[in-house]
Each structure stands twice: as structure tokens, then as C-alpha cells.
């Protein structure tokens, strides 16, 4: 099973900065991989797939990229419905798809 | 559009199956692969299987045992069956839509449904 470890845990940033967030894969995954919004009591949203592809809908200020074991999801200027949980996932290697433990960006 | 929703019994007892369906309205069923999701409590998210329209499926080896998932399409529903449940099965149920086969991340959610193993 391909472990996901996300870090930091929590991220405190001031609205209009920069977020940026890692994960990081026990082996390589290529780009098979996908980030989540998820704000409390919602179903989770879907970001980016294929490590830097924006799902339909999602603004532009949510960008990703890195392949093989280190992923970053950056946020670049935040807005006041950007804070949430942020998962991401791998699909490269499965049974399991997996994801990792998520990243809280809360207001600084 | 496409919406999922999930339905079933938010309290189940130790030892007992947890039955969960989730029906798709505002698309069909078919050509796609469907999967369940669970999230204890302030925890992060467990893949725990999926379907395909057709009926193959595929699940998480760790719960592999106790799983069965099922597809109706002519009610445009999936559900999930999980025997044997503990404490440790308290979750939030969610269904999901798999993107396309190529990219298996989920694109449309539903809303989740609290399930409580309790005596």
C-alpha cells in the first residue's frame, strides 16, 4: 500500500497570501495523483487531478505540480473560502487508492 | 446535473451488517465507476471500494473480508454491505462518482451519511 504524507498539518496564512502544501509519496506514483478541498460538513471537493490538471469549475488561483514522490498544491492568493482541510490521493498503485492525512490552511 | 445520495440505517449494532445505497439522479449509472468512502470522526478519508456499472468491483484489501458492493441500474443505484461491524466502523459514508478511468479520483460526492456502530 503507497502511504501519503501530507504536511505541514496545519498551515496558518493571512487572506491574499500564498498557501503552499506538500504530499509526499512512500514510492513513485507519476502524476497519479488528485487534491481535495474539504470544509466542515461537506463532502469533499475535488482540486486538481493528474497532479496539475484543475478539475472543471475550480478558479486558476489553484495550482498543482511535482511527479514520482513529492506533490504541491499551491493556493495563490487566498481567499476567505480557501480554508478548509486539503486531502490529496494516489491512484497509481491500487487496491488501495490512498489518501493522505490532510493539511488544515487556517486563518493567521 | 449529477447528484448522489446516500440512504440508509445512521445506527448499527456491534457484530451486525451496515447497509448503505446510494442513488444517482440527474445522469445515468451507466459507464462509470462508483465507489463508497468512509471518514471516522476528525479523521481523514478511507477508500473502501468501488463498482463498475457492469457489477466488477475491487475493494480495499483491509476490509476486502467483510465488504460486498452491488449495483442496480435500473434504479441508478449502488449500495454497500459491511458485515461484522465494530466501534471502529463509525464513520461518515460517502458515495462518489470515479472521474473517468484513466483518472480514478472522484468528482462528484455525495453529502455523506453518519453511520454510528453502537449497543
Known sequence: EIVMTQSPATLSVSPGERATLFCRASQSISSNLGWYQQKPGQAPRLLIYGASTRATGIPARFSGSGSGTEFTLTISSLQSEDFAVYYCQQYHNWPPWTFGQGTKVEIK | ?119
Open chain 2, 1 to 119: 446535473q449529477v447528484q448522489l445520495q446516500e440512504s440508509g440505517p445512521g445506527l448499527v449494532k456491534p457484530s451486525e451488517t451496515l447497509s448503505l445505497t446510494c442513488t444517482v439522479s440527474g445522469g445515468s449509472i451507466s459507464n462509470y465507476y462508483w465507489s463508497w468512502i468512509r471518514q471516522p470522526p476528525g479523521k481523514g478519508l478511507e477508500w473502501i471500494g468501488y463498482i463498475y456499472y457492469t457489477g466488477s468491483t475491487n475493494y480495499n484489501p483491509s476490509l476486502k473480508s467483510r465488504v460486498t458492493i452491488s449495483v442496480d441500474t435500473s434504479k441508478n443505484q449502488f449500495s454497500l454491505k459491511l458485515r461484522s461491524v465494530t466501534a471502529a466502523d463509525t464513520a461518515v459514508y460517502h458515495c462518489a462518482r470515479v472521474i473517468t478511468d484513466a483518472a480514478h479520483v472522484f468528482d462528484i460526492w455525495g453529502q455523506g451519511t453518519m453511520v454510528t456502530v453502537s449497543s
